[in-house]
């Protein structure tokens, strides 16, 4: 970036939200300090704190404590149904869709993952056929990084009738494609899918393990896969920044 002087903070915020983009500054990288930032644009540290404040609001940097301020943009990556292709999830020896994503974009994947047996909600037992109040679940608990930074946190719930014993119970990132591909090795291979997905304010924990502002809005995804004969056998719940996604679907016109 080029020394500038009497810049507004949206001036300022422009000329780094540019220089982020381009990948003078990539994910995962900090920015210079501030008052160097001030010096570089003839400016008052004032106006570069606000400008700072209007890149974390939309989700381009971070203040991390003590540390500075981080790049936590990446290129938006593209939800379509060709996601979960086996081809696709399995590429290079990708754990899934998200990890073929995100080495895609020349970042690295990063797996959280913790399994437990429990209880469903109610509404995902439903969908899976199981009665309630029962701990008759696998849940697949996981937040999913891309150098460094947190994008998604994914939550799946499988029957045990199905999980028990199973490589689905290991808690590290060991299979190759994914849940999906573990499935259809166990028996289950998905034929079908369906998706929901809301917008919303993240909760408390969200914000927390996401490490975002409260004010950011997320895609709420609720996923269910089946098989042949109509079964529901995965029900994957997922929460990220919306600024992370771009949706497209394509489908038949009558």
């Known amino acids: 970036m080029q020394h500038v002087s009497k810049l507004g903070f949206r001036q300022i915020a422009s000329e780094i939200r540019q220089a982020i983009i381009e990948g003078r500054f990539p994910p995962g990288a900090f920015l210079p300090p501030e008052p160097e930032l001030a010096a570089q644009y003839g400016a008052s540290r004032s106006l570069v704190n606000r400008a700072m404040q209007a890149l974390a609001a939309e989700g381009m940097v971070r203040s991390r404590q003590g540390r500075g301020t ?32 995100i080495r895609a974009i020349g970042l690295q994947p990063e797996h959280e993952i913790r399994t437990d047996r429990a209880e469903p909600p109610a509404a995902v037992a439903d969908v899976l056929g199981l009665p309630h109040g029962q701990a008759n679940c696998l849940v697949r608990r996981r937040r999913l990084l891309a150098s460094g930074i947190p994008i998604r946190l994914n939550e799946s719930w499988i029957p045990l009738t199905i999980a028990a014993g199973t490589v689905l119970e290991e808690q590290g990132p060991v299979i ?21 997905i809301t917008v919303r304010l993240p909760t408390e924990g969200e914000v927390q393990a996401l490490e975002i502002s409260p004010e ?24 990220t920044p919306a600024n992370y996604l771009v949706i497209e679907n394509q489908f ?3």
């Not at 290129?75 to 994503?101: I, M, N, Q, V």
């Not at 994914?178 to 034929?191: D, F, M, N, R, V």
């Open 70 to 101: 981080i790049v936590t943009w990446i290129p938006p990556l593209l939800h379509t149904p060709a996601r979960y292709a086996r081809d696709t999830r399995e590429s290079d020896g990708a754990k899934g869709a998200f990890d073929a994503e």
């Open 176 to 196: 190759v494609g994914g849940i999906k591909s573990a499935l259809a090795e166990l028996g289950y291979p998905q034929t079908d899918a369906t998706e929901r």
């Open 216 to 239: 950011r809005s997320v895609l709420d995804i609720h996923h269910v896969g089946k098989i042949a004969d109509g079964r529901a056998v995965e029900v994957t719940i997922s929460v």
């Open 252 to 254: 038949p016109l009558a």
